[in-house]
């Protein structure tokens, strides 16, 4: 049936992997493309990358000016709820110092909006956040007595998916938008990575809008100051991966890891080892890669193409065999559950000047 | 927690049950309330109610000029699979002549909207149907020459309840409309019944509209011809009773009980019927009622009340105690899944020319 | 469809029902029935009623000798996460008790049955419960060195129901127990209750086993010490009532209105009082019932029929007409989640000594 | 949580795939394994490939002694309800053939399971297709005179798995088997696949039996025609694939893509056709695999590898490296609902002589 098989766009609105992609394509501007401000942080267990884009970074590496915050936390792939708890905190607070940075008043109303598709979980993560969301616009309208000091008003709103209402998304948010006039808007969705290990691990916040569907129809408009009139922060997490960025990843690391043992076999610490002994799983980096000479040894023709070439060889490769599924890990329940608890409880705390993301258990639906 | 405690209305929306309680509240004119026309029919196993009310009409009963079409169907109480499809039949033909009465032409554009909490189950009858609908606005939009004739184009939304998303459900709904534009839009919802045996069996088709949440709450808008300037028509169930409803029917039921016991002791038919042996269980109607005299003995002051006050006497006695209930069937799960799939067929059938319930199945998502 | 209107059986499975039902006949031996041991406790705002039965008790009573805990915690129904709490907290330490008193060693193995319809919302509490107890057993199991102290071995399993699985729900755990041989059962399952307000807010523990499907068909067998050899306990809410009930319970009420509202009219106090205006809803209790002269006078013959009587007629009368439904309040889904939530929290503090209910939700599933 | 992460097995029970591991391993041999007999079939647009294996077929390829029936079905990846409906009926007679061939009569009475965890999408597949089985035994046994003819008593479990209930899967069956003794037996699972295009696509059905959980834990037992004393049979379909195997089939699907390139970059009938235009998508075969020298130009020392070195050296990358993920297309939701559908439609079909699978949707729950 037709209208079931909505499209879930290969999104690369992962502005990490668009500097990545601008690094891999210009090796010589590694640390230092102009209009694009990077910044690491450790934040307990949680690591961040801020990047700023401005309008020159725009040109250059094709993704929208503003800001960018990263975080890197592997608690819910881990199942580790402590680590779940960290990543909710460290989200909240940075979520909390967006909003400040753009002026958003503790007392304006908000509006969180659940993009994606209920029906498909790796796309559910819009409407699995949004379902926890504490929502008081109501109390505030009613009952206006009864509210606590500490909570602002905020409405939340899961508009679906075109193929789904047969109405563009955006349309059906600008329609609330107009009606509701919010503060500012909190969109929540799922991603496409192109890395496997970014997938149900990497948090994005910006402050520069979102395309519901963006990438497959021009036609459809963006979520942003520019067309709603009020801030537009986005919050985005990859979900799903394709069978190239699987295969073409595991190509780099086979290249890395023959690298590896190459320059190893003749090592003399090396020889002292007892053979396939190794200290550790010492993680291959970009320094294992091994010289063009080798690359060809190794992997032939395949072994010294550029990323991009080799992406368009196995897409070229897997797309008419019918391949190049678009996948999700087979625990994608509880994997989709457990970080929308995290997307829920960091957006109730930064919203919420009561809430702590450590009592948000408390508020969530 | 307040949030989840969205109010589920007790609304008097059958059209049936205000000619009712006019007609309980002046005797006299039973037949004949002037500026009300109600016509009856059966149709195969379902019986029919028309009621026309004009202006004149309103003012008398309380209930919004326009059409009113009232099915009664048992095949979702008796879970027959043949009983529900004749339904849903029914229900699409008799929606078709209402479309067709308000020149809906058969190529316009329809919205349907799924009112209701998808968290509350016997108040999800909205969402649930909206589910199952064909919607295909987007596969014209996107795709025009390979829709089919035959189909029109329809989207479907569900805006949730005030309770959930903090916004007032009419806002959600304009908001949309003004950005979409349809033709026309039906309105699905579940009621509350004033009678035990509508719930699950009852379907009002109407073109006057819906309130969202109506009855409670003045300041929510209409959804109607007049606020939307299309035709609004209204698919009503209702899935739930109070207390009070189920002991005043009850009590009811005693009387005629009784009252038929009484008249029977003494007829000679019945001297000759061994006791306790009845032929079939001959249904209970208005003709069993004792006179007042015998009311008062069967069930005293009590007894003797008018309907209105003894709904009040129980209220009065029920609300303090923490009794009045808003109950439903415990098979709600099953009634619920059934009724939106009459509700759906019913709505594709109607709708596209090419579809007719019987291989609706095959359009139902 | 036959096989989908499985059987939700009307059970009187509350001691302390089956007490007044005894108490209502036979009102001169009220506090002082033979066998029958009641002690009353007030724990924090948790009522409790402790019922100890005996082979004479069983005898008169009709209620299996053995020793029954009630509680009374309505934080489900007010939708009060801190009294659900204290019912949890409470729960697991009634439970505790009764483990204790049947001298089940810490580290015995335990066996919770989740019984009821997992279809079936208002059927669904057994399957629900189960599906938060921390399941143990197969650490233990498999890797028995990583399983810290205060743990003991837990299985988990919901049977199901006959008309879904075609068997006989005793079969399926007496043949899940000969294997598994645990050292104890806990059966969690949803009742029905012979009152409105006892639903969703009384739970039941018992040393006594259960029917699955009980009173319906004798051919069923009771899971018990007797049958499996091992302590069976039972726990127990009432999640469903039917409408004799809600109307008998409603009629006692009306009478107890009348009678005080006649009371009162005559009392000095209450001349001085507006007319309308009560201070606060004092409860009605069993001594605002009038005597048979008033009781006649307000509700006729019906007024002056004994509880069993009273509701012989209400069936009789609804039955026929099919309105003798078994309902639930229609915030079900909510209530169901909750008392879930309730009763694998305690279950887990029971059962485990390094849980308790504060810390039980960072156990649960 | 420990609790949760059940483990989903890497199977590799496909026997079609077992047949060609070995014919990779000796290819000599291809078309003649001693005590394997290999017949295709086309059904309509189904492929049907037998596998008979005797006790020397087993040594030789390791995989049990039986009969193996595997369909290619694309009609769930395809969301081609037409093509749905025949893999259901030829689905459906395969297996009564297979009952045939072990002399079920057609009276007797089978025990469906579904093996599985419902709580992992992917893994749900045998819990989704038994709640659509038609369940008749309970209506034999309490109301023996109102069953059809054309019906067999049936019962369906769903055992659960050993992270969700504590208990080995097996001793669960075993217990229920030695109180309901059926008299056949059906598991339905989910597999893994070693192959991409096979995921979603295959069903496997044989006489063999099967192993909860098998592959992972010798200490589990299998069910079987050995253990049951009565025919097991195994329903499996592929739903999950790991990045193993997707990289693995990539680098074939490249060598093959670039021989036929090379191959056909000097034909002269190419020379003739505008670069880059090719006429459909030819399937890429074994025949455009190229010679070890263009083999080790295209992919150097990986693209000469065997099937089984490539895999293990990219299991050795990515393993360490947390990457060797199992996947599930993202389209998991809808893939599973409608594959087990067919199961469903095809064994209830199967079962009972009078269900086709044509009217099957009428018999599923």
Redesign the interface.
Request: hydrophobic content about 45%; charged content about 20%; overall charge negative.
């Given at each position: 049936?037709?209208?079931?098989?909505e499209l879930?766009n290969v999104r690369t609105d992962l502005a990490v992997e668009s500097r990545d992609m601008y690094v891999e394509k210009d090796k010589e501007n590694k640390q230092d493309i102009k209009g694009v401000t990077v910044r690491d942080k450790q934040e307990r267990d949680i690591a961040l990358t801020y990047i700023d884009i401005n309008a020159e970074g725009e040109k250059r590496i094709g993704k929208k000016e503003g800001s960018y915050i990263t975080l890197y936390a592997d608690g819910v792939k881990k199942?580790d709820?402590q680590k779940q708890q960290n990543a909710a905190n460290v989200f909240a607070s940075e979520l909390k110092e967006l909003l400040k940075k753009h002026h958003v008043p503790a007392d304006s109303t908000g509006l969180v909006v659940g993009l994606g598709n209920w029906?498909?979980?790796?796309?559910a993560l819009g409407p699995m956040s949004v379902e926890k969301v504490?929502?008081?616009?109501?109390?505030f309208?009613?009952e206006h007595e009864t509210v606590s000091d500490g909570y602002r008003?905020?409405?939340?709103?899961?508009p679906?998916v075109?193929?789904?209402?047969?109405?563009?998304t955006s349309?059906?948010i600008?329609?609330?938008?107009?009606?509701?006039k919010p503060d500012f808007v909190i969109a929540v969705d799922a991603l496409a990575s192109r890395s496997?290990?970014r997938v149900n691990e990497t948090i994005q916040i910006s402050d520069t809008g979102i395309h519901p569907g963006s990438g497959v129809?021009n036609k459809r408009k963006e979520l942003s100051q520019e067309t709603l009139g009020v801030p537009v922060f986005a919050v985005g997490v990859p979900t799903?991966v394709d069978?190239v960025t699987?295969?073409s990843?595991?190509?780099d690391?086979?290249l890395k890891?023959?690298g590896r043992e190459w320059r190893d076999k003749d090592r003399p610490a090396n020889s002292l080892t007892p053979a396939g002994l190794t200290f550790g799983?010492k993680?291959?980096t970009d320094d294992d890669l091994p010289d063009d000479e080798k690359?060809?040894?190794?992997?032939?023709?395949?072994?010294t193409l550029s990323e991009q070439d080799k992406k368009s060889?196995?897409e070229?490769?897997?797309t008419?065999?019918?391949?190049n599924?678009?996948?999700?890990?087979?625990?994608?329940?509880?994997f989709m559950r457990d970080m929308a608890d995290v997307i829920a409880k960091g957006l109730n705390a930064a919203m919420h000047s009561s809430i702590t993301a450590d009592n948000a258990?408390?508020y969530s639906?």
């Open positions: 049936m037709t209208v079931e098989d879930f199942q709820t029906n498909i979980t790796p796309d504490l929502v008081t616009n109501h109390l309208e009613l008003p905020v409405a939340a709103v899961t679906g075109m193929g789904v209402t047969g109405i563009e349309n059906i600008f329609g609330i938008a107009e009606k509701f496997v290990d129809d799903v069978a699987i295969t990843d595991t190509i690391l086979i890891h023959l799983h993680e291959l690359r060809k040894r190794f992997l032939g023709i395949v072994g060889l196995i070229e490769v897997l008419p065999a019918g391949y599924l678009m996948v999700t890990p087979k625990e994608v329940d509880g258990a408390d639906r």
